[in-house]
């Protein structure tokens, strides 16, 4: 994991400090791409970390960034699909977190990491420096505005998670079905970015629960599976009713 690290960190360095701008000027008026993740970065913080930071790219499954490692960057998915995770002490995988392309990821609370990160495909991802972002922030309000507004949705998931554990089996995954067609803007067929066991190890549940629930929700009418990861949703009001 040290040795890792280093080798990140270092490869970090190298493609930043030359792509680092300080006179980065603000957006004025400027608004999110269509078709973008409804979840993703504000325009002012997203063509900051544009020009400030560099765009570096993994291969699937490789790790960005490990728990307990310092929380010195800042990261936004350009493609791809990153998951945020931690092991148990049972040695089980528990996923924190899942970042769609527009997304920002790796804002901790603290100097460390409390979780780690991998690429779930292969994925480009924008890497700028915290302290460079803290720079512009003390400059530019806007900026400010926004990095308090992605703090605010972290905590939000944070709780949203907290409430999964109360949830039935049926509820986590039809909440999980209706927050990723939000999150990719699609009005009814959507691919799933993620494994089934992604699915399940983020909700808690086994992956034949998960095979099981997605079965049912077929059959009912409410949905329907093609392959592992293709969604149509056929019935959102009847989907919306079991988690209300």
Same mark, same amino acid.
């Given at each position: 994991?040290?040795?890792?690290? /280093? =080798?990140?960190?270092?490869?970090?360095?190298?493609?930043?400090?030359?792509?680092?701008? %300080?006179?980065?000027?603000?957006?004025?008026? /400027?608004?999110?791409?269509?078709?973008?993740?409804?979840?993703?970065?504000?325009?002012?913080?997203?063509?900051?970390?544009?020009?400030?930071?560099?765009?570096?790219?993994?291969?699937?499954?490789?790790?960005?960034?490990?728990?307990?490692? %310092?929380?010195?960057?800042?990261?936004?998915?350009?493609?791809?699909? =990153?998951?945020?995770y931690r092991i148990l002490s049972d040695g089980r995988r528990q996923i924190t977190g899942f970042y769609l392309p527009g997304e920002v990821f790796g804002l901790a609370f603290g100097a460390d990491h409390t979780e780690s990160a991998e690429a779930i495909a292969d994925s480009k991802v924008v890497v700028l420096k915290r302290r460079a972002?803290?720079?512009?922030?003390?400059?530019?309000?806007?900026?400010?505005?926004?990095?308090? /507004?992605?703090?605010?949705?972290?905590?939000?998931? =944070?709780?949203?998670?907290?409430?999964?554990?109360?949830?039935?089996?049926?509820?986590?995954?039809?909440?999980?079905?209706?927050?990723?067609?939000?999150?990719?803007?699609?009005?009814?067929?959507?691919?799933?970015?993620?494994?089934?066991?992604?699915?399940?190890?983020?909700?808690?549940?086994?992956?034949?629960?998960?095979?099981?629930?997605?079965?049912?929700?077929?059959?009912?009418?409410?949905?329907? =599976?093609?392959?592992?990861?293709?969604?149509?949703?056929?019935?959102?009001?009847?989907?919306?009713?079991?988690?209300?």
């Amino acid at each position: 994991m040290l040795a890792s690290a /280093a =080798v990140r960190t270092t490869a970090f360095h190298s493609a930043i400090q030359p792509a680092i701008r %300080p006179t980065a000027k603000p957006l004025r008026g /400027a608004s999110p791409a269509a078709g973008k993740s409804t979840d993703a970065a504000g325009a002012h913080l997203s063509e900051t970390m544009r020009l400030m930071g560099a765009t570096m790219s993994f291969a699937r499954n490789s790790e960005i960034f490990g728990e307990d490692e %310092p929380a010195d960057y800042l990261y936004k998915v350009v493609n791809g699909c =990153v998951r945020t995770y931690r092991i148990l002490s049972d040695g089980r995988r528990q996923i924190t977190g899942f970042y769609l392309p527009g997304e920002v990821f790796g804002l901790a609370f603290g100097a460390d990491h409390t979780e780690s990160a991998e690429a779930i495909a292969d994925s480009k991802v924008v890497v700028l420096k915290r302290r460079a972002l803290d720079a512009v922030a003390d400059r530019d309000a806007a900026i400010t505005r926004e990095l308090f /507004a992605l703090t605010g949705r972290e905590l939000r998931r =944070v709780q949203d998670r907290i409430l999964l554990l109360i949830e039935s089996a049926q509820e986590r995954v039809v909440g999980f079905l209706l927050e990723m067609a939000e999150r990719l803007a699609a009005e009814r067929t959507y691919e799933l970015p993620m494994s089934r066991q992604d699915i399940a190890d983020y909700l808690g549940l086994t992956i034949e629960t998960v095979s099981r629930t997605l079965t049912a929700l077929e059959g009912a009418a409410a949905i329907e =599976v093609g392959g592992s990861r293709r969604i149509v949703l056929r019935n959102r009001a009847a989907l919306a009713a079991m988690v209300n």
